[in-house]
């Protein structure tokens, strides 16, 4: 009996014992989750891009009498660029990223600077925002929204004790991005400055400021870019048309009633590529800033929802990792990419559906555009990186991490 009963309660024994170890095996597999998210989120939204370009650029270059194929190749071009930068992105460890906190914000607003010299600024479209030789132009905004993140990000986990300080921790980010946002509205480039604007308020609202703090500088801060936003004809125009553009459907408001009509054409499933008669020449910058509207008319409600998933996915596994990130530094840094290219998306999209004002910003990895695209896809490159190397940790760690600061605060 003994002889027979031993082999058993032994193999059941060593069937209960590696639970644990094959529980923990499983939660150091290669990647994690929102890995994998991320990857699929940002593919789709490049794969749905690329064909949308390309219908709605050769459209009006058709009717420019040029190459048909001209936007959609530089596009393709910037997708494999950005691919490389954002590869390279993902295999940088914070700490390198760290090393950057300040020469990268700087070496930005120097740019910002230069693109108003003559001869070296290129002026276009109504706005000074570019700087280069030839075809390679280079716009020092978009930079401005990675330097931000880094240097917010930076400027928090280093003052972390002294959050409740606002000459430490508030002051320095305001400034930072007082100064930024002068430079980019002077050329003039609002929708930029709000994604600005929203990354720094979701880096001081997660670094847990004093919301008194955090109120006084939503205020001062809206006061002074409504301030800056309504000082011209043109700007006071496009901000307030979107109240009701059908009332200025021939002036501020005609990119808003032609979006709606387009949208409003595509129905459930879309007209087809290029199929969607307002593209036609009645919706100016059909392929950059409006590129949600030609989807809509293209696509239809199930190409518009499936973009849409593919920005909350982005959200959803972005919030997941910076909560899961124990390393203060990597945790704002994931916050602030995530509010970046939402928040971008989030105005964009409600321009195009006359739900806000009409700024002139992309919708990331899906208009064209060079800079926007490459510095989009780098910022997400760092955040797939530290998703990648969070194998094994457990999940909503921030949590815990907030109460043990907390408590850290109350001790001193």
């Not at 290669?30 to 370009?53: F, N, Q, S």
């Given at each position: 009996m003994s002889i027979t009963t031993?082999?058993?309660?032994?193999?059941?024994?060593?069937r209960r014992e590696p639970a644990p170890e094959a529980v923990r095996?499983?939660?150091?597999?290669?990647?994690?989750?929102?890995?994998?998210?991320?990857?699929?989120?940002?593919?789709?939204?490049?794969?749905?891009?690329?064909?949308?370009?390309?219908?709605?650029?050769?459209?009006?270059?058709?009717?420019?009498?040029?190459?048909?194929?001209?936007?959609?190749?530089?596009?393709?071009?910037?997708?494999?660029?950005?691919?490389?930068?954002?590869?390279?992105a993902s295999r940088l460890e914070p700490e390198?990223?760290?090393?950057?906190?300040?020469?990268?914000?700087?070496?930005?607003?120097?740019?910002?600077?230069?693109?108003?010299?003559?001869?070296?600024?290129?002026?276009?479209?109504?706005?000074?925002?570019?700087?280069?030789?030839?075809p390679v132009q280079v716009?020092?905004?978009?930079?401005?929204?990675?330097?931000?993140?880094?240097?917010?990000?930076?400027?928090?986990?280093?003052?972390?004790?002294?959050?409740?300080?606002?000459?430490?921790?508030v002051v320095p980010l305001v400034v930072m991005l007082g100064v930024a946002g002068m430079l980019i509205m002077k050329q003039p480039d609002l929708g930029t400055t709000i994604v600005l604007c929203c990354i720094t308020f979701g880096l001081l609202f997660v670094a847990e400021v004093r919301l008194r703090h955090l109120g006084g500088v939503v205020a001062v801060v809206g006061l002074a870019g409504s301030a800056l936003a309504l000082r011209s004809a043109y700007s006071r125009a496009r901000l307030?048309?979107?109240?009701?553009?059908?009332?200025?459907?021939?002036?501020?408001?005609?990119?808003?009633?032609?979006?709606?009509?387009?949208?409003?054409?595509?129905?459930?499933?879309?007209?087809?590529?290029?199929?969607?008669p307002t593209t036609w020449g009645y919706l100016p910058n059909s392929h950059t800033d409006f590129v949600f509207a030609v989807l809509g008319g293209d696509l239809g409600l199930?190409?518009?929802?499936?973009?849409?998933?593919?920005?909350?996915?982005?959200?959803?596994?972005?919030?997941?990792?910076?909560?899961?990130?124990?390393?203060?530094?990597?945790?704002y840094l994931a916050v602030g990419i995530t509010v970046w290219i939402l928040s971008q998306a989030i105005i964009n999209i409600g321009g195009v559906l006359g739900a806000l004002p009409v700024t002139g910003i992309?919708?990331?990895?899906?208009?064209?555009?060079?800079?926007?695209?490459?510095?989009?896809?780098?910022g997400s490159g760092i955040l797939v990186g530290i998703a990648r190397r969070q194998r094994g940790v457990p999940a909503f760690a921030l949590p815990r991490a907030a109460s043990g600061r907390r408590a850290a605060r109350g001790s001193t």
């Open positions: 031993l082999p058993v309660a032994r193999g059941r024994a060593a095996t499983k939660a150091a597999a290669p990647g994690t989750a929102e890995h994998r998210v991320l990857l699929v989120a940002i593919g789709g939204l490049l794969l749905v891009g690329l064909p949308v370009v390309l219908a709605a650029s050769s459209i009006e270059a058709v009717l420019v009498s040029s190459s048909p194929w001209g936007d959609f190749a530089r596009q393709c071009i910037f997708v494999v660029v950005g691919l490389v930068a954002a590869t390279v390198v990223i760290r090393r950057f906190r300040f020469v990268l914000p700087l070496g930005v607003l120097a740019l910002l600077v230069v693109v108003f010299l003559p001869g070296v600024g290129h002026y276009a479209g109504g706005s000074s925002r570019w700087i280069g030789v030839g716009q020092p905004s978009e930079l401005m929204k990675l330097a931000l993140v880094v240097f917010g990000a930076d400027l928090l986990a280093r003052r972390a004790r002294r959050r409740d300080q606002f000459q430490a921790v307030l048309s979107f109240v009701n553009p059908f009332a200025h459907a021939s002036g501020s408001g005609y990119q808003v009633v032609q979006s709606l009509a387009t949208l409003g054409l595509g129905g459930p499933l879309g007209n087809g590529l290029g199929g969607s199930v190409g518009s929802f499936a973009v849409l998933a593919c920005f909350a996915a982005f959200a959803w596994a972005g919030i997941r990792v910076a909560a899961r990130e124990r390393d203060p530094f990597t945790r992309p919708l990331p990895f899906v208009s064209y555009g060079g800079s926007a695209l490459v510095v989009a896809m780098t």
